[in-house]
């Protein structure tokens, strides 16, 4: 593993500006809506639940500030969104990411929920004797 200290903590630093992209819940959301096909403004819509029409316009603005996303005008009132070719390399992180979020992302909930439980829940589930972490194993 690379050295983490140092130069990847300082304001300007490219790491900083690549979490603070994947920190945004919104915008990986819209990547990957997008990985697959340009869409428009709707459709993104339908397809990242939750989201606001505001929300969203304000994470496409900001997400072709950063050359990730390019916004093409087809005809009056028809425009589509796409993934730039820099855009597209954060297809494969973000599989990752979904593939973990799906395979561990239970495992989280279940860690949040022992927070708030007994001690002793706690320790169970950390250990890895807990009801999602056991059937994981192997």
Known sequence: ?????????????????????IA???A??????LSRQPRRHGEII?????????????TLRRLQQYGLV???EEAPRRVEYSLTD????LIEPIEVLTNWARDYGQAVVDFQ???????????KIASGSGPLLAGQHG
Do not use: H, Y
């Not at 593993?1 to 979490?19: E, H, I, K, S």
């Not at 990986?28 to 809506?33: A, R």
């Not at 929920?113 to 320790?123: T, V």
């Open 113 to 123: 929920e022992a927070a708030e439980a007994a001690p002793s829940e706690r320790k």
């Open 86 to 89: 820099l855009g597209r390399t």
């Open 28 to 33: 990986v959301l819209v990547l990957f809506g």
């Open 1 to 21: 593993m690379q050295n983490v200290g140092g130069p990847a903590f300082l304001a300007d630093c490219p790491t900083r500006l690549a979490v603070e992209i």
């Open 46 to 58: 339908d397809l990242v639940g939750g989201i606001s029409r505001k929300v969203l316009t304000q």
């Open 70 to 72: 390019e916004r093409s």
């Open 24 to 26: 945004d819940k919104w």
